[in-house]
């Protein structure tokens, strides 16, 4: 019984452990007029930083 519980342990575990491994891709789209299209760039480089950070 004590096998039984220890195996299902390291089951369970194992599972957690795989599942956070997942990796996501987002893709946004922006239509920016031509007369702000250096603050966008320029917030997206902000971001971008903080984006990397997490």
């Known amino acids: ?3 039984s519980i220890c195996l ?3 089951l ?3 599972s957690f452990s795989y599942a956070q491994n997942e990796t996501y891709l987002i893709f ?3 239509k920016v007029d031509n007369d ?5 760039y320029e917030t997206e480089e902000f ?3 903080i984006h990397q950070e997490r």
Do not use: A, C, D
């Not at 702000?36 to 966008?40: A, D, I, N, R, V």
């Open 36 to 40: 702000q299209e250096q603050f966008y």
């Open 47 to 49: 971001w971008e930083k």
């Open 8 to 10: 299902l342990l390291i």
């Open 1 to 3: 019984m004590k096998r």
């Open 28 to 30: 946004e789209f922006m």
């Open 12 to 14: 369970l575990i194992g």
